[in-house]
């Protein structure tokens, strides 16, 4: 084989503490690989994964998600970890340039094999190596005759040195917990004296079924000479029947890294699209480097063929914006019913595995989202995500891990971003699924945000990306907050859609949704409970109901909550644990369904929206759909049904109606297919007591390709003297009665101005509590003040 891997990924690691500076001091880099040596009775580890997870493992700390453990195990970021592991390379790899690759290291390290410096790294997501032809071990030894030891130093403790470089830890849903380890694979790789490096694929769309990709390959030439070689690779459907194309280049490279780029003309192409959009048509592209009638080297990639672009949203003009937002797939228009991810999976990566990955994204696909952001508080995803969203369609918007802080302006910070992002790019650039690439995550939002540099951090970023990405790049999201107005930005740009819940009662959904006039909501916030079996895994039982300090530990506001229970039900639902969570879950669906149907409407001139989040990555009682245990919270059901491509969607103005009034609605159908509805059913009926009130109908409508129409209004006098709920159910049906989509609200009886002064006295409460206490864990429980 011209290129042999040896992976050195598993349990076979072993790891123990050392404090600052110890580790060398004792001479812990310099151990050869000896049978039971000293390291012998470390703790065992797994790589890829991090400290904590192994530590947990080893007994040596709790689990940091029970309870409130987290803080117990800060100590554990005071220290540096020493990282080793035993291992014999394969013969056949003598004779070749043997590299040891690092996929990625949180936070920085140092490196050591057979007691040879092999130099550090610091950055949490560029790939680096180190050249071992020399330095590595054939001899035949018990285990192996090569020692591997890694010092991770002590992680950084102040995010705005880091973004960028490394994930958040510091924020509104973080513990102050700084994760670090060898989060991905660790790898030596032999090759010939000349390899391909850094495949590159832009693709351009030229019809239905013509595409051209511009391919470009990094070939490296180890030897000292020029050498004459031959590019040579196949293009071939991998899941479709797309024909194979063959290429092949001759090419003179010099010593060191040399770029080569062709361009394939692919005939009868198999488009690859969005799961709503078309199919998802998946290429195998094979590249080789032959001399004669040796292969040097080879390798492959999957790729999709699609184009993406981007063009202005109609409706506003450039004083109201200045930048597109609206996403186009190969030509047709993309309208993003997605949800923020809220991932990895687990915040310990330790806890990630492929299974976790699957189920997750088989739940988004299951809940008709399309498009999943990945914003900067968390990391860009690991290959398998984006390989996932490949094969079912999900796009995919990645942000680099910039958030919510004014960062350094100073060269030496700036050109370690730039490698990180730049590093990012070329991991995940050739994904079909990977449609845009934003600079930062609310880093225009306050006023020494308004002062730092953060705007020309972001432009900066958009400049060096671009050199490696075809890939539309934003700045920053939101781009229309009061301070980047004040910096220049145009009013109606992006809104993140949070203040719903932050300002936690202050106005009701019917209020505050509607007002917001934007191109894009990237972020959208609702809140709830995770189902009971969950909260008993990470909530002790003493403090499940009456709930005690884990809960807000957890990030359960519980004002909030309340009040929210109160603004769906009128009740804030607190006779037991059971009767919370439900009605916590039920008043987050309410929520999300009313929120996105509002923003659903309004395309073309709104070109998409983000729940945020799907999911959770800690145990929590916040925002995800789904809870970090993977299981679905009952509002699952109301995205599901808001972000079906084909919804019947009913408007109105206010959730509680009067008795005796009339309640008034409109009745709206939006399509995000590339494909009409001729001569469908539109139907409706109000429900009250679980009887039909008498006012039901149905109207033939035509459904035009990717639209929002108005089609009717209806009107129901409630009773005088009724009380509770009403409902109302919509739905579009084909020329047989075969049902394509329905849809359920739930109304309330009830006075709004009444509730409204209910829900405003409830917060003053709450506020009163929150301006004594701050946002403390213990300020719902203020007895924890007084300490005997």
């Known amino acids: 084989m011209s290129r042999i891997n040896l992976d050195l990924s598993g349990f076979r690691w072993q790891m123990e503490r050392m404090r600052p500076g110890q580790g060398e001091k004792e001479g812990l880099h310099l151990l050869p690989a000896e049978y039971q040596g000293t390291h012998f009775s470390w703790n065992f580890a797994n790589v890829p994964g991090d400290v904590y997870t192994d530590l947990h493992r080893a007994n040596e700390i709790a689990d940091p998600y029970f309870g409130r453990n987290m803080h117990r195990a800060k100590w554990v970021a005071e220290y540096e970890w020493w990282y080793s592991r035993r291992f014999a390379v394969p013969d056949d790899m003598q004779g070749k340039k043997i590299r040891l690759i690092f996929e990625g290291v949180d936070y920085s390290c140092s490196v050591w094999l057979n007691g040879h410096f092999l130099g550090r790294h610091e950055g949490m997501f560029s790939e680096f ?182 063009d202005f949203n109609p409706g506003y003009t450039r004083d109201d914006n200045e930048y597109p937002w609206t996403f186009f797939i190969n030509g047709k228009r993309h309208f993003l019913r997605s949800a923020c991810w809220g991932g990895q999976p687990s915040f310990l990566y330790g806890r990630n595995t492929l299974k976790k990955y699957e189920d997750r994204v088989a739940m988004v696909r299951e809940a008709n989202i399309n498009n999943l952001r990945i914003f900067g508080w968390h990391p860009p995803e690991i290959p398998d995500f984006y390989r996932l969203c490949d094969e079912l369609g999900i796009t995919v918007w990645t942000n680099f891990t910039l958030a919510t802080q004014a960062y350094p302006s100073d060269k030496a910070f700036v050109d370690g971003v730039l490698h990180e992002c730049i590093e990012t790019v070329k991991q995940r650039r050739n994904h079909a699924s990977n449609i845009f ?58 809104i993140h859609a949070n203040e719903h819940y932050y300002q936690g009662g202050a106005e009701f959904m019917e209020e505050y949704y509607p007002s917001l006039d934007c191109a894009i909501i990237p972020e959208l916030t609702a809140a709830s409970a995770p189902n009971i079996e969950s909260l008993k895994k990470f909530i002790p039982s003493d403090e499940l109901w009456p709930m005690g300090p884990s809960w807000a530990y957890h990030w359960a506001d519980i004002d909030i909550l309340k009040n929210l229970n109160f603004e769906v039900f009128g009740d804030y639902k607190m006779d037991s644990l059971e009767e919370f969570v439900e009605a916590t879950q039920i008043a987050q669906g309410t929520v999300i369904q009313f929120a996105l149907e509002t923003y659903r409407r309004r395309k073309p001139k709104m070109s998409g929206v983000a729940l945020c989040h799907f999911m959770t990555h800690v145990p929590d009682i916040k925002w995800g759909i789904i809870d970090y245990y993977g299981e679905k919270k009952r509002s699952f059901e109301w995205l599901k049904r808001t972000y079906q491509p084909l919804l019947p969607s009913l408007q109105f103005d206010k959730r509680r109606w009067n008795a005796g009034s009339e309640f008034n609605a409109g009745l709206w159908v939006v399509n995000d297919y590339q494909h009409s509805f001729e001569g469908v059913t539109l139907s409706w009926r109000v429900l009250y007591q679980g009887n039909e009130t008498g006012v039901a109908g149905s109207q033939a409508v035509n459904v035009a390709t990717d639209s929002s129409a108005h089609y009717v209004d209806i009107a129901w006098l409630l009773p005088d003297n009724a009380e509770g709920t009403f409902e109302v159910e919509i739905s579009l049906s084909d020329a047989s009665g075969k049902t394509l989509a329905d849809n359920h609200y739930t109304l309330l009886v009830g006075d709004q101005a009444a509730a409204k002064a209910q829900s405003l006295k409830y917060l003053a409460e709450a506020t009163e509590r929150l301006e004594k206490c701050g946002h403390s864990v213990y300020r719902y429980w203020p007895d924890m003040w007084e300490m005997e």
């Open 129 to 310: 190596e180190f050249d071992i032809t020399d330095a590595v071990s054939f001899a035949d030894w018990r285990d192996g005759s090569n020692m591997l030891m890694i010092k991770l130093d002590p992680p950084p403790k102040n995010y705005r040195n880091c973004g960028g470089k490394k994930v958040n830890f510091s924020g509104d849903y973080f513990s102050g917990l700084v994760p670090f380890g060898i989060w991905r694979p660790v790898r030596v790789e032999a090759t010939d004296q000349v390899r391909i490096d850094n495949l590159r694929t832009d693709v351009t769309v030229q019809g239905d079924n013509q595409a051209q990709v511009e391919l470009s390959a990094q070939i490296v030439n180890h030897t000292g000479t020029d050498q004459t070689v031959e590019l040579v690779g196949t293009l071939a459907g991998k899941n479709c029947d797309g024909v194979a194309q063959s290429f092949s280049q001759s090419v003179t490279v010099a010593p060191g890294e040399n770029s080569v780029s062709t361009t394939l003309k692919v005939e009868d192409a198999k488009l690859w699209w969005p799961w709503d959009m078309g199919e998802q048509n998946l290429y195998q592209l094979d590249v080789a480097l032959q001399q004669g009638d040796k292969e040097l080297d080879a390798t492959s990639e999957v790729i999709g063929l699609r184009q993406v672009t981007m």
């Open 437 to 494: 690439w934003m600079g930062g995550e609310e880093v225009f939002f306050s006023g020494a945000h308004e002062e730092s540099g953060n705007k020309q951090l972001m432009e900066v970023i958009g400049d060096a990306v671009a050199e490696h990405t075809n890939i539309p790049y934003g700045l920053a999201s939101p781009l229309s907050s009061a301070s980047a107005q004040n910096m220049g930005f145009k009013p109606h740009e992006s």
